[in-house]
Nanobody, 123 residues
Framework: QVQLVESGGGLVQTGGSLRLSCAASGRTFSSYVMGWFRQAPGNEREFVAAISSGGGFSAYSDSVKGRIIISRDNAKNSVYLQMNSLKPEDTAVYYC????????????????WGQGTQVTVSS
């Protein structure tokens, strides 16, 4: 059974940076679209970014575009989220997930979720 394990979260001041990582088990990582989502208390899980299986196409939510970069290393079965110029409204638990097919933004289209990593941005 494939597992996704997120890491790299923490407490950072406004304007700071963090790099999240998601490591996947299994031998078919390069076949999947990988996505990052986040969920703040009382809110629904929302799309942050996603990257195609080969890494040639990525998509971002408007709220993070220009500040966050998604990347992947298929040789290491890993996907990353470089977050810069962080804001208090970025505070949430960040999850990675995967799907087959094309890059989409709906959380319901993804499966095999990780346990999440907490990102807290202080003002």
């Amino acid at each position: 059974q494939v597992q996704l394990v997120e890491s790299g979260g923490g407490l950072v001041q406004t304007g700071g940076s963090l790099r999240l990582s998601c490591a996947a088990s299994g031998r078919t990582f390069s076949s999947y679209v990988m996505g990052w989502f986040r969920q703040a208390p009382g809110n629904e899980r929302e799309f942050v970014a996603a990257i195609s299986s080969g890494g040639g196409f990525s998509a971002y939510s408007d709220s993070v575009k220009g500040r966050i970069i998604i990347s992947r290393d298929n040789a290491k079965n890993s996907v990353y989220l470089q977050m810069n110029s962080l804001k208090p409204e970025d505070t949430a638990v960040y999850y990675c997930s995967r799907r087959t097919g094309s890059v989409v933004t709906a959380a319901s289209s993804y499966y095999t979720w990780g346990q999440g990593t907490q990102v807290t941005v202080s003002s």
